[in-house]
C-alpha cells in the first residue's frame, strides 16, 4: 500500500526555459529545487509521479548525526539546522522535531561500537551521550527490561515524511519556482557536448543545468548517455501502528526492532536493515562492487523475487525520447510489503513494549533504497556530460539529510561556496576503485 502523503498542488504550464531543471521531486529534489529558487534562479521540478511519493515518505523520519559515516557526518550536522531554519523561513511546518533518538542494546560489541563512534564524533562537534546501565534502564523503562547500556543523542530528531517533502515543493512554488508532478523527463538534449535542454513527457525545457534526483531510477537515467553510476536497491518494508501509546519515547532503537512516532501520533515500526534484494539486470551488472557491501550485511539480506523487475527501474533498456519510458509505466515505486517481516516486526515490537499490545495495526509499505557500494551518495557534476548534476544513491540516509545535500547541491549547480566540502560524494569515485570504502570508527 502507498505511504501516507500529503498532496501537492502542480503548476498548470511547462516553461519552456529555465535556469536549472531538477529531475525528481523526493526530499533531495525538492529542498535542491528550493535553495536554487532563493538564490533567485528560476527553476522547474519535474516528477514523474507525485511529490515524495517514492522512498521519501516511506523512511523511518529520522534526521540524525549518530553513527553516520566521517564523510556524511558534516553534511548531516549542517542538515539539522536546515530542517530548523526552513520551517522559520518559510513558514512550512515539515514536522522536524529535535527529540532526540535513543539507542538500547545488550551486546557488549554494539556497545563498544557505538562507543568508538562518540569518541570520533565528540572531536567532530557532535554531542553524543553514552548511558550507563541505570541510565540506559531509565531511559528503557517503558519495555520494562534491563538493558546493559545505550546512546543518546539529544540534538538528533525526526520530521514527518507524509508531509516535509511537499512543504518544500510548497514553498518551492511562493518562491517562483514550478512543480510537475505526472511529468517524466523522458531524457536530455546536449549541443557541443554540454546539456542543453531535459525533454519531458509534456514538452521540452531549454536549460543550462539539470539536477538528477531520482532516486532508484538514477542508475538507468544515467546509462542513457553513456554515465556509469553504480547503483542497487534493497527492497524494506515498515508497518504502522494507532495512536494512544503516550508513555513511549519519540524514538526507540534496539538490534531486533526500532520504533518511531509518527506526525499523526501512532508509531512506525521496522527492524533496522532487514530487507529482500530483488535481483535485477542493474543488479548483477554492478553485482562486483556490491559484493563486499552484501557480504557484511548478509545476515540481514534475504533474497527477493520478481518484484524489481516488474518494477523497471532496473533494467538496462534505452529510452526514445518520442516515446513512454519505463518511468511513465511505473509512475511510482510502490513495491510489495514483505508479510513475512510485517509479522516479525509486530511481535518483536510487542515483546519490546507491552504497551502497543492495545494499539491497531494500521497500515504497512515498502520502498526501494537506492544504495551506492560504499553507502555515501553521488553528489556532483557528471564529468561526461558538464551541466548534470547528480545527487543520488543515498543509501537509506537521504530523508535526514536532505536539507544539507540540497544546499550543497545549489552550491555546486550555482557556483557558491559549497556548505560542505564535496569531494568526498563526487561520483568519480566508483570510477576510480570497484569496491569503495566504508569508514570505521
Not at 538564490?39 to 516528477?47: D, F, I, M, Q
Not at 518483536?348 to 494500521?362: D, I, K, N, Q, S
Request: one cysteine or more; glycine letters at 12%; charged letters at 20%.
Amino acid at each position: 500500500m502507498p505511504a501516507p502523503l500529503t498532496l501537492v498542488e502542480s503548476t498548470p504550464e511547462l516553461p519552456d526555459q529555465a535556469d536549472v531543471v531538477v529531475i525528481g521531486g523526493g526530499i533531495v529534489g525538492v529542498f535542491s529545487a528550493y535553495y536554487l529558487a532563493r538564490r533567485g534562479l528560476k527553476v522547474a521540478l519535474v516528477e514523474k509521479g507525485r511529490v515524495g511519493a517514492e522512498q521519501s515518505s516511506r523512511n523511518w523520519g529520522w534526521c540524525r548525526q549518530q553513527n553516520r559515516d566521517a564523510r556524511e557526518l558534516p553534511m548531516a550536522a549542517k542538515a539539522l539546522d536546515l530542517w530548523e531554519q526552513f520551517a522559520a523561513e518559510a513558514g512550512e511546518d515539515t514536522g522536524f522535531r529535535r527529540c532526540g533518538l535513543l539507542y538500547l542494546s545488550n551486546d557488549d560489541a554494539e556497545l563498544a561500537g557505538w562507543a568508538r563512534w562518540g569518541e570520533f564524533a565528540r572531536g567532530a562537534g557532535v554531542k553524543t551521550q553514552m548511558l550507563s546501565t541505570a541510565a540506559a534502564a531509565e531511559h528503557g523503562r517503558v519495555t520494562g527490561k534491563p538493558w546493559k547500556g545505550g546512546v543518546l543523542s539529544p540534538t538528533d530528531g525526526t520530521a514527518d515524511p507524509s508531509r516535509a517533502a511537499p512543504a518544500v515543493a510548497r514553498a518551492l512554488k511562493r518562491l517562483g519556482g514550478s512543480v510537475h508532478q505526472g511529468c517524466a523527463a523522458r531524457g536530455l538534449e546536449t549541443e557541443a557536448g554540454r546539456l542543453s535542454a531535459v525533454v519531458t513527457e509534456q514538452g521540452t525545457i531549454r536549460t543550462r543545468a539539470a539536477v538528477l534526483a531520482g532516486g532508484a531510477w538514477a542508475s538507468s537515467f544515467c546509462r542513457q548517455y553513456g554515465l556509469r553510476f553504480p547503483q542497487a536497491t534493497i527492497r524494506q518494508t515498515v508497518m504502522a501502528v494507532a495512536p494512544g501509546a503516550t508513555e513511549l519515547p519519540a524514538t526507540l532503537h534496539t538490534a531486533r526492532v526500532s520504533i518511531t512516532r509518527r506526525g499523526d501520533g501512532g508509531y512506525l515500526l521496522a527492524i533496522s536493515g532487514r530487507a529482500r534484494v530483488d535481483p535485477t539486470p542493474q543488479f548483477l551488472r554492478f553485482a562486483p562492487q556490491f559484493l563486499p557491501m552484501f557480504l557484511r550485511r548478509w545476515r540481514s539480506l534475504s533474497p527477493g523475487g520478481l518484484e524489481g523487475v516488474r518494477s523497471g527501474h532496473e533494467s538496462l533498456a534505452r529510452w526514445r525520447t518520442d516515446r513512454p519510458t519505463p518511468m511513465e509505466c511505473m509512475r511510482i515505486l510502490d513495491p510489495a510489503v514483505d508479510r513475512r517481516v510485517v509479522r516479525l516486526t509486530h511481535s518483536r515490537a510487542l515483546e519490546l513494549v507491552p504497551a502497543l499490545r492495545e494499539r491497531a495495526v494500521t497500515g504497512a509499505w515498502a520502498g526501494y533504497i537506492d544504495s551506492t557500494p560504499d553507502g555515501v551518495p553521488g553528489i556532483g557534476e557528471m564529468s561526461g556530460l558538464p551541466g548534470l548534476v547528480l545527487a543520488a544513491g543515498f543509501s537509506g540516509h537521504g530523508f535526514g539529510i536532505g536539507p544539507g545535500a540540497g544546499h550543497l547541491i545549489a552550491d555546486i549547480v550555482s557556483g557558491a561556496t559549497p556548505i560542505v566540502a564535496p569531494g568526498p560524494y563526487h561520483p568519480d569515485r566508483f570510477l576510480a576503485s570497484a569496491w569503495g570504502k566504508v569508514a570505521e570508527f
